[in-house]
Every structure is written in structure tokens, then in C-alpha cells.
């Protein structure tokens, strides 16, 4: 979760394959590669998260994790300073790929000559498993378009999807739809549905993990993001859509989007399990009516 920068191909070419990534980080004499990787959290205490062939790369300003999805042929940092972005770019370069924001935004060497924005100081400043939410006013690129719809896919805010399998327990309403520069992308909510209703019942009644912002009444909710057609197409054939929910004015705030590997019983199971294991000190369970 948080806002995450991806090294990838351009569409509709060949992704960066494990073999590439790996040939990289071996190449890279301030890379070695990982299966996991720990951080200690500010409050004491730490945890370790799986990160299958990723590299992590040590510098004298510190260790950065660069994780590598072989699905989507994507490597990817969270919450990445302007240094970061840097080195992003070069390997880009390298890989003969791009790097892309959630919003489908450019960076490349003409960003690096254009801005020199808070965007980058203030990330700086954070761990990369931190949470925050990006102010727009920082932001050095076009600000993508918010909709309520997106006819193409039959798609609506607040469409609500429950998995083909019967007794699956968590249901993906979407929170957003947005057209960026490089096509449309979306967040949905992960809700821990109420089993004893039906059909759209089962998310009127049912939970939503939520993260409190210290020192004021608000929260963010985690969600999960789409950010190609691919993955889009992914969801619709694991899930079904029952109905359409109407969300309260002003709409939830999301606290953060983190891209799964597939939208398969397991990995959607496995992203809700784990804001509670990771960040269980804070985390809060409310009803999901309280946001319709």
C-alpha cells in the first residue's frame, strides 16, 4: 500500500521477463536479490513480507526493495523519493521499458529536468511501507480525470462483485474510476461480506477494515487497484457483479492501493489477512454501511 512508481513495457509489447530482471540485479554490483524482506516499525517491533525475485538495492542513504511481479512483467517501489525515481528511470533505460505512476503518469529524464517538486522531499522523509495520501497540488503532471462510469467495460462507482465461489467470504465494491494518461484505472474496496444475506445484502451488512489517521476522527481504507485491461478482465472472470451500492457525499478516502498478483479467492483472502497482521496496533474493523 501506498502509492507506488512501476518499471514496465510499453502495451501491447513483450513484458520484462524474470530472466531479464534477474540478469539485472545481477549485473548491478549495488543490487543483490531477495525472497523477503524485513523492516522494523517506528513503534518497536518488525515484520517480514515475502518478496519473491525481487532485488534490493543498498545504498549509502539506505536499502530499497524493488519487487518484481513475473504476471504482470512490472517492477515495482513504493512511496519512492526523487533519488529513487532516478535510478528507476536508469534501469528503465536499461530494460527498455518505462516507469509509470498509479495514474498512468510518465517519469522519465525530461520529469528529472522539469520538476524538482515536494513530491519527492516529502516521501523522503518516509519508510516505504508507510501510508499517506499524495496531495494533488504537488503533483507535476496533468491530474487525471475522475468518473462515475466507464461505459466501455459496463462498469459503475460502487459496482459490487461477488466471487463465482459460493462460500467465498469478501466481496470488491469499486471506489473509483479514473482516466489517466495512459488509459483507465480503478480502486476497489475489499468487504468482508455478511454470509447469512443474499446477493447484495451481503455487502449492505457486511465489514471493512479501515485505518485511523492519528489526531483526527477521519481514515483511509486500503484498496486494491486495476491498472490494465488485463487485470480487468482477470476480475470479471473470477467474480460476478450482483448490484450497485451508493456511496455517502463526500466519498470514503482510500488510505493507500496495493496491486495483487491475481483476484483469485487466495490472494484476495491473503490482502485482507494481512492489513490486519501487519498493522493490527491501528487497524479497525467498521460496518460497511457506514459508507453508504
Known amino acids: 500500500m501506498g502509492y507506488e512508481l512501476s518499471i514496465q513495457r510499453k502495451e501491447n509489447r513483450h513484458k520484462i521477463s524474470k530472466e531479464e530482471w534477474i540478469a539485472y540485479v545481477n549485473s548491478d554490483p549495488e543490487f543483490v536479490q531477495i525472497e523477503e524482506y524485513s523492516a522494523e516499525l517506528d513503534g518497536g517491533g518488525s515484520f517480514t513480507i515475502p518478496t519473491p525475485n525481487a532485488g534490493l538495492w543498498k545504498t549509502e542513504k539506505?536499502?530499497?526493495?524493488?519487487?518484481?511481479?513475473?504476471?504482470?512483467?512490472?517492477?515495482?517501489?513504493?512511496?519512492?523519493?526523487?533519488?529513487?525515481?532516478?535510478?528507476?528511470?536508469?534501469?528503465?533505460?536499461?530494460?527498455?521499458a518505462i516507469v509509470l505512476g498509479e495514474e498512468g503518469e510518465l517519469y522519465d529524464e525530461k520529469y528529472l529536468k522539469r520538476t524538482k517538486s515536494n513530491f519527492g522531499n516529502e516521501i523522503s522523509e518516509r519508510k516505504w511501507w508507510q501510508f499517506w495520501k499524495r496531495r494533488n497540488s504537488e503533483s507535476s503532471y496533468p491530474k487525471a480525470i475522475s468518473l462515475e462510469t466507464d461505459p466501455e467495460n459496463d462498469l459503475f462507482?460502487?459496482?459490487?462483485?461477488?466471487?463465482?465461489?459460493?462460500?467465498?467470504?469478501?466481496?470488491?465494491?469499486?471506489?473509483?474510476?479514473?482516466?489517466?494518461?495512459?488509459?483507465?484505472?480503478?480502486?476497489?474496496?475489499?468487504?468482508?461480506?455478511?454470509?447469512?444475506?443474499?446477493?447484495?445484502?451481503?455487502?449492505?451488512?457486511?465489514?471493512?477494515?479501515?485505518?485511523p489517521f492519528l489526531g483526527s476522527n477521519s481514515f483511509g481504507i486500503p484498496v486494491i487497484g486495476i491498472k490494465t485491461e488485463e487485470m480487468l478482465r482477470e476480475l470479471k472472470v473470477l467474480f460476478n457483479k450482483v448490484g450497485k451500492i451508493e456511496f455517502k457525499n463526500p466519498k470514503p478516502s482510500k488510505l493507500g492501493t496495493s496491486y495483487i498478483f491475481d483476484y483469485s479467492d487466495e490472494w484476495v483472502r491473503d490482502f485482507v489477512g494481512k492489513t490486519t497482521m501487519y498493522f493490527n496496533k491501528e487497524r479497525e474493523i467498521i460496518p460497511f454501511s457506514d459508507l453508504i
Not at 73 to 89: Q, R
Open 62 to 96: 539506505g536499502e530499497v526493495p524493488f519487487t518484481f511481479s513475473e504476471k504482470y512483467g512490472e517492477i515495482s517501489v513504493k512511496n519512492p523519493a526523487e533519488w529513487i525515481i532516478t535510478k528507476m528511470i536508469a534501469i528503465s533505460i536499461k530494460l527498455d
Open 157 to 211: 462507482v460502487g459496482d459490487c462483485f461477488l466471487s463465482k465461489t459460493q462460500d467465498f467470504e469478501i466481496g470488491l465494491t469499486f471506489l473509483e474510476i479514473y482516466q489517466g494518461q495512459n488509459g483507465k484505472y480503478y480502486s476497489l474496496i475489499p468487504v468482508i461480506l455478511d454470509m447469512s444475506k443474499d446477493s447484495i445484502d451481503k455487502f449492505r451488512y457486511g465489514q471493512v477494515k479501515v485505518q
